[in-house]
């Protein structure tokens, strides 16, 4: 793993999905083969090596968050949109939890998305929001299929486990199944039921972009039309079934 400690100058950042988002690291250790940002974030940030080898961590991005802080127009922030905010570099340096405090003194809404367990060490500061969501992204329960797509992840049973940590602590919490990989979603959803308080549910967006490395694994069949409908269908009756509100994102 290349990891540079770089300056940013700027953290808090307009958001298309939510109001802003911050992102701590350039780059991302959890090296998921389908994120989307592999396919622009190497030419941006400069780096040539292959996605998932290297981590650029913004070593002053609690102080510049906090500048930005005091100027920008209410509105919650996501955390993190193109890197998982507690993917292993976080152990190391630590700038999720410090921007965080940054957004907690801000009072700030926030919505943190990730595929790591180690989220649990900021449960208490978390919990300490007057809004918070944490949403766990779980793409298939079937754990080889996570570990070819997912190799810097947390295992399934430890993101499981985490939520139900924040749910019981009364975080809002949410799974993001998407994009949907090979599995059985009525046993995922039987694992998910009483530790979530939603479901979004979603396909693979950039099928043009990932059918070499689909096919490379031997699962070229997932990313058909037919696929994603057949397991949208399956996911949202499942869900029904346990009580479970959700959002099917296509």
């Not at 083969?33 to 998932?52: M, N, Q, V």
């Not at 913004?58 to 930005?68: C, E, I, M, S, Y």
């Not at 918070?132 to 190799?151: H, K, N």
Request: hydrophobic residues 40%; positive net charge.
């Amino acid at each position: 793993m290349i990891i540079r400690e770089i300056q940013a100058k700027s953290i808090l950042n307009v958001s298309k999905i939510h109001d802003f988002c911050v992102n701590p690291y350039t780059g991302c250790g959890v090296g998921c083969l389908y994120c989307y940002a592999r396919l622009f974030i190497p030419r941006y940030s400069g780096h040539s090596e292959p996605w998932g080898t290297f981590v650029d961590a913004k070593v002053n991005a609690p102080d510049v968050l906090r500048r930005q802080l005091k100027r920008a127009k209410p509105g919650n922030v996501w955390v993190s949109s193109v890197c998982d905010p507690y993917q292993p570099a976080e152990e190391r340096f630590g700038l999720t939890r410090r921007c965080l405090e940054a957004l907690l003194e801000a009072g700030r809404p926030i919505l943190i998305q990730t595929k790591s367990a180690r989220a649990v060490a900021d449960l208490e500061l978390i919990r300490r929001f007057p809004e918070a969501r944490i949403t766990f992204s779980i793409a298939t329960e079937d754990e080889a299929i996570a570990r070819r797509f997912e190799p810097g992840a947390s295992p399934i049973a430890e993101r499981i486990a985490a939520l139900a940590r924040f749910h019981e602590a009364g975080v809002r919490t949410t799974a993001f199944i998407g994009p949907m990989l090979p599995g059985n979603p009525e046993r995922l959803v039987e694992q998910l039921a009483g530790v979530i308080d939603e479901a979004l549910v979603d396909r693979m967006n950039y099928v043009h972009q990932v059918r070499g490395i689909y096919e490379r694994l031997g699962f070229d069949a997932a990313l058909t039309d037919a696929f994603f409908h057949e397991r949208r269908e399956r996911y949202a009756r499942a869900l029904a079934k346990h009580g479970i509100a959700f959002q099917l994102l296509f």
